[in-house]
């Protein structure tokens, strides 16, 4: 039988809200780090042809100014798409148990609730969304693409 190499790709897109307010800190060296977590539900029909609703719990680290941007713009219950890369650690808790976890390390996260409106004379208008990246030089005009019209219809 052939070798066969598998392609490297590491890429997920998930969209939920977030479970309680992210967790803003800074390393050693200074470097901004935040840590939340996301709840993505699934609507299916089961076998008796009823509606379902299954909850999945992601969490998600976001770095540097894109954990700033976190930091500032979200709270708990936010609306947010996360794109990214899966990755795992493993650390030894305070009563010595290896853990680890697996987690998205985020690379955009798109901001979906709209920003309340500030009063004149306070930098203006809303905003009614926000792309927030690891890399700020590059920006994508929109997740929007990635989303059905019903779920279009909900962030307007």
């Avoid at 999945?56 to 979200?74: F, H, P, T």
């Amino acid at each position: 039988m052939a070798d066969l190499k598998m392609p490297e790709i590491n890429y997920v897109i998930v969209a939920g809200n977030l479970t309680k307010d992210p967790i803003f800190r800074q390393t050693t060296n200074s470097t901004p780090v935040v840590n939340f977590s996301i709840a993505s539900n699934r609507k299916y029909k089961d076998s008796s042809n009823q509606w379902q609703e299954d909850v999945c719990y992601v969490g998600i680290v976001a770095w540097n100014k894109l954990a700033e941007s976190c930091r500032d713009r979200l709270k708990k219950g936010s609306a947010v798409l996360v794109d990214g890369e899966l990755q795992s650690r493993s650390w030894k808790s305070d009563d010595g148990h290896n853990r680890s976890i697996v987690e998205i390390k985020a690379r955009r996260i798109q901001f979906l609730n709209k920003r309340e409106r500030q009063p004149e004379g306070e930098n203006g208008a809303a905003h009614e969304d926000f792309i927030a990246e690891e890399d700020s030089d590059y920006t994508e005009d929109s997740f929007d693409k990635f989303l059905s019209n019903e779920e279009s219809d909900l962030i307007k």
